[in-house]
């Protein structure tokens, strides 16, 4: 399957309209019907999409996730047709930092509902997140896995040593743990007026990181980066941009 391949051709009452998005095993499509606009992912795997169709439907209605207006099969690939939001990336990169901090806490609270949903996303970084109507989602459930576990379970940071080093992506990290490290990235791409003022947020970011990895369990990351936002967005001068 190639972008040429599907642009132009109609899945349902769905026309792709262009590619905007690849991924290792999917292909993500603007798509129009009538005078409204979609996402449109084609997924190579069965296996990935189903994933990702237990994690949604699971989230329906949380908050978290996005809407899914239909599902199903077109020439050999399956797809879902979903709200079409706009690349987390895009907005970072000319958003002010205290707006940036407040969406920060947008992408915590959602992981905070996947948590308490049973949801472990296990793929939490900046790619995987769009702003939809102002709120940041999360998207690509297809490496997600299902527990019981909720807040209140406690985890090793044993078993997870590696944060803080390259291949973040690894299923091995936890959700939790990653937010610290997108924390980072969401002040490091910020713009903002005062270098002084960033320099001392980014390393609070940073010491976060650090804080996060002893933080033994996924209620008290979650906590103990809710407090440290609080703080940087006390020394951020906020200034109101639209999403
Ligand atoms: N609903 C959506 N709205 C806007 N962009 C999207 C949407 N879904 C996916 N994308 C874009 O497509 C890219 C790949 O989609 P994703 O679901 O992450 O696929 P993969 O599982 O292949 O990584 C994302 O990084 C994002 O840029
Ligand atoms: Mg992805």
Do not use: W
């Not at 940036?100 to 296990?122: R, S, Y």
């Amino acid at each position: 399957m190639t972008e040429e391949d599907l642009v132009g051709k109609v899945i349902e009452q769905y026309t792709l309209l262009r590619c905007i998005g690849e991924g290792s095993f999917s292909e993500v499509y603007e798509a129009q019907c009538k005078n409204k606009f979609f996402a449109c992912k084609v997924c190579e795997q069965e296996k990935q999409y189903n994933t990702e169709l237990a994690a949604y439907t699971l989230l329906k209605n949380s908050g978290a996730s996005l809407a899914i207006h239909s599902t199903g099969e077109y020439q050999g690939h399956k797809f879902i047709v979903m709200d079409l939001g706009t690349d987390a990336r895009n907005l970072i990169f000319r958003g002010n930092i205290g707006k940036n901090l407040v969406a920060f806490l947008q992408v915590l609270d959602c992981v905070k509902i996947c948590t308490e949903k049973g949801v472990n996303h296990n793929d939490i970084r900046e790619s995987n997140i769009v702003f939809y109507e102002e709120q940041a989602k999360l998207i690509d459930f297809g490496t997600a896995s299902f527990s019981s576990i909720g807040l209140s379970s406690s985890y090793s940071r044993k078993i997870n040593p590696c944060l803080g080093t390259e291949g973040f992506n690894t299923r091995a990290y936890r959700d939790t743990e990653n937010l610290a490290r997108i924390l980072a990235y969401f002040v490091r791409n910020s713009v903002q007026s005062s270098a002084q003022i960033k320099a001392r947020l980014q390393a609070m970011a940073i010491d976060a990181q650090i804080q996060c990895r002893k933080a033994g369990t996924a209620q008290n990351t979650l906590n103990l980066l809710h407090s440290k936002l609080e703080e940087m967005l006390g020394l951020a001068t906020y200034e109101p941009i639209k999403l």
